[in-house]
């Protein structure tokens, strides 16, 4: 699969990365794995002559995590719920800070893309790397685990620790790039 030469800007029009969270804890009953939406979000790709990707940057903007949905909880995830989870992610869990990604390396093999880079997170940036699957349409997609205190990120609590949130989150992407 070729990319289409050239720079590319893709945001929410191509697609939502999402973010599951899931929870722990001997309150885990009360709490929600939660499903959440990346509503802003813009990455440019620059893509050689012959359809490899050079260079990946990518920005979401906190404040725009919508909580899409909760499960496995005792009650259905409430709107003052909703409000009330995006106010503690944006404040508690990432400080108001922006969430960035530069690519250093990237390789795309037999549909398989593989990108190495700096993730800022919460303030904090560090390595990281991930693989992601490459349609022929142009589609890609994949999962990313990621360990929220690498970043200095403390996963949220409740009733005295109690509940608490997985430090482990996944990031789901799943969006659409120019093809050739």
Do not use: C
């Not at 804890?25 to 490899?52: N, R």
């Not at 037999?110 to 142009?138: C, N, Y």
């Not at 949130?165 to 990031?171: I, N, S």
Request: net charge negative.
């Amino acid at each position: 699969m070729a990319l289409r030469p050239g720079t590319h800007t893709v945001g929410p029009d191509s697609g939502t990365p999402r973010v599951n969270t899931n929870r722990k804890g001997m309150a885990q009953k009360v709490g929600h794995d939660l499903i959440i939406d990346v509503g802003q979000w813009q990455a440019k790709i620059e893509v050689e002559e012959d359809g490899s990707p050079k260079a990946i940057t990518l920005e979401a903007d906190p404040r725009s995590l919508q909580v899409r949905d909760g499960q496995h909880g005792l009650k259905p995830v409430t709107d003052t719920d909703r409000a009330e989870i995006r106010s503690n992610i944006d404040a508690k869990i990432l400080g108001r800070q922006p969430i960035a990604f530069s690519s250093s390396a990237t390789e795309l093999a037999d549909g398989r893309l593989t990108v190495r880079g700096e993730l800022t997170m919460a303030g904090s940036t560090r390595p990281s790397s991930f693989e992601l699957d490459v349609a022929e349409d142009g589609r890609v997609s994949g999962l990313l685990a990621l360990t929220q205190s690498e970043w200095g990120v403390k996963p949220y609590r409740a009733f005295m620790g109690a509940l608490k949130v997985r430090d482990t989150v996944e990031v789901v992407l799943d969006v659409t790039l120019p093809t050739a």
